[in-house]
C-alpha cells in the first residue's frame, strides 16, 4: 500500500521559515516516477494548489500564494520531496497535503493519485 506523509509543519512566526517533507512509502513504489505538487486548506477556504514538480525535479510550477516565497526541490534517492517556506505570513496558517500522481498539469488536482494526510502549519503575527 502507498503512503505519502508530510512532516516539517509547526508554528513559526510571520517572516519565518518552514520546510515540509513529504515522503513516500509503500513495497515498490518509486515517488521519482511521478510528479509531486503541494496544495493547503486553511480553515474554511477551499484547497489551493501551492506548487509541483515534474518527476525529474527539472521543472516546477508555483500557486500565486508562493510565487517568490516558497521552493519547492526532490532528492529522488530519498524518494522525498520538500517545500522551503520563506517570508511566512499569518495567510499560510493551513494544513498542507503533498500528492503524486500523473497529471496533465500540475494543477489537476483530480489526477493526483496518492495524497498525504497533511500536516498543520500555523503562522504567528
Known amino acids: 500500500q502507498v503512503q505519502l506523509s508530510e512532516s516539517g509543519g509547526g508554528l513559526a512566526q510571520a517572516g519565518g521559515s518552514l520546510r515540509l517533507t513529504c515522503t513516500a512509502s509503500?513495497?515498490?513504489?518509486?515517488?521519482?516516477?511521478?510528479?509531486v505538487a503541494w496544495l493547503r486548506q486553511a480553515q474554511g477556504k477551499e484547497r489551493e494548489f501551492v506548487a509541483g514538480?515534474?518527476?525529474?525535479?527539472?521543472?516546477?510550477d508555483y500557486g500565486d500564494v508562493a510565487k517568490g516565497r516558497f521552493t519547492i526541490s526532490r532528492d529522488n534517492a530519498r524518494n522525498t520531496v520538500f517545500l522551503e517556506m520563506n517570508n511566512l505570513k499569518s495567510e499560510d496558517t493551513a494544513v498542507y497535503y503533498c500528492?503524486?500522481?500523473?497529471?496533465?498539469?500540475?494543477?489537476?488536482?483530480?489526477?493526483?493519485?496518492?495524497w498525504g494526510q497533511g500536516t498543520q502549519v500555523t503562522v504567528s503575527s
Open positions: 514538480i515534474s518527476a525529474s525535479g527539472l521543472s516546477a
Open positions: 509503500g513495497s515498490g513504489f518509486i515517488l521519482s516516477n511521478y510528479v
Open positions: 500528492m503524486a500522481g500523473q497529471p496533465r498539469s500540475f494543477v489537476r488536482r483530480s489526477d493526483y493519485e496518492y
